[in-house]
């Protein structure tokens, strides 16, 4: 139900947003180039995935 701004007080609205800060990402090294990114995702220093190239980085 919906409550008018007014009525809900500072602590009770700062209180819920208690429980709203956003985890940590979870980043693991690459295991070619040790670049700390997400992972199951192409490694976005060297474009390798899984031993194979997949995006051509650099020249
Ligand atoms: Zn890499």
């Known amino acids: ?3 008018p701004m ?3 007080s ?3 609205s700062r209180s819920r ?3 709203h800060a ?3 990402r979870n980043l693991r090294p690459c295991a070619r180039c040790a670049h700390r990114g997400p ?3 192409v490694c ?3 474009g390798h ?3 194979r190239e997949v995006i051509h980085k650099g020249d």
């Open 17 to 19: 947003a208690a429980h």
């Open 22 to 24: 956003l985890a940590p």
């Open 10 to 12: 500072k602590r009770r």
């Open 1 to 3: 139900m919906a409550v």
């Open 49 to 51: 995935y899984r031993g």
């Open 6 to 8: 007014g009525k809900v």
């Open 44 to 46: 976005e220093n060297c």
């Open 39 to 41: 992972a199951h995702r």
